[in-house]
T-cell receptor, first 115, second 112 residues
Framework: AQKVTQAQTEISVVEKEDVTLDCVYETRDTTYYLFWYKQPPSGELVFLIRRNSFDEQNEISGRYSWNFQKSTSSFNFTITASQVVDSAVYFC????????????FGIGTKLQVIP | DAMVIQNPRYQVTQFGKPVTLSCSQT?????MYWYQQKSSQAPKLLFH???????NEADTPDNFQSRRPNTSFCFLDIRSPGLGDAAMYLC???????????FGPGTRLTVL
């Protein structure tokens, strides 16, 4: 069985603050994929990043960065200098390799950036 | 731009009146998914197609059915909507090899 835990259900920060969204996962497979999706108030889930289990290199994309640590089964997401447009629900998700097995989503973290 | 399109964006139906939601994609992905998402919850997978191969989740009610007549289109049929079926319905696609899913804007279903 696989499981994704996002312990922070809601976070509020003031604009320009940095914020980290936590994601902890469980899986028995040695090969798997991790994802982050953003769901703004409009409702459409937007794909942000995919990370393979065999690639622990951290990634930075503009103000976004991801820290993948297999030793702690975590895949955390940091937004630097947050902006109001970052306000959304962020989902961490896990999928095992091969074929079309379903994606397991975490419950989501609602981020509110206050101007 | 390649995309996933859902129609309608908002659907209102009456209790027990069948409704069909549609999804189309220009990404030419071989996998299409239907999710149900209720307020403040994670998306819940209802079923998915790998090409024409249909895969139903064990806990998807029989009230929900799906059709995929071709690569581009997929439909969600709710035969007798109940009040508990009011939700956002999300369609997604993926290229099976690369796994990330691309979502449409969703259809918000209201059941009166």
């Amino acid at each position: 069985a696989q499981k994704v835990t996002q312990a922070q259900t809601e976070i509020s920060v003031v604009e320009k603050e940095d914020v980290t969204l936590d994601c902890v996962y469980e899986t028995r497979d040695t090969t798997y994929y991790l994802f982050w999706y953003k769901q703004p108030p409009s409702g459409e889930l937007v794909f942000l990043i995919r990370r393979n289990s065999f690639d622990e290199q951290n990634e930075i994309s503009g103000r976004y960065s991801w820290n993948f640590q297999k030793s702690t089964s975590s895949f955390n997401f940091t937004i630097t200098a947050s902006q109001v447009v970052d306000s959304a629900v962020y989902f961490c998700a896990l999928k095992n390799s091969g074929g079309y097995q379903k994606v397991t989503f975490g419950i989501g973290t609602k981020l509110q950036v206050i101007p | 731009d390649a995309m996933v399109i859902q129609n309608p964006r908002y659907q209102v139906t009456q209790f027990g009146k069948p409704v069909t939601l549609s999804c189309s994609q220009t990404l030419n992905h071989n996998v299409m998914y239907w999710y149900q998402q209720k307020s403040s919850q994670a998306p819940k997978l209802l079923f998915h197609y790998y090409d024409k191969d249909f895969n139903n989740e064990a806990d998807t009610p029989d009230n929900f059915q799906s059709r995929r007549p071709n690569t581009s289109f997929c439909f969600l049929d709710i035969r007798s909507p109940g009040l508990g079926d009011a939700a956002m319905y999300l369609c997604a696609t993926s290229d099976g090899r690369y796994n990330e899913q691309f979502f449409g804007p969703g259809t918000r279903l209201t059941v009166l």
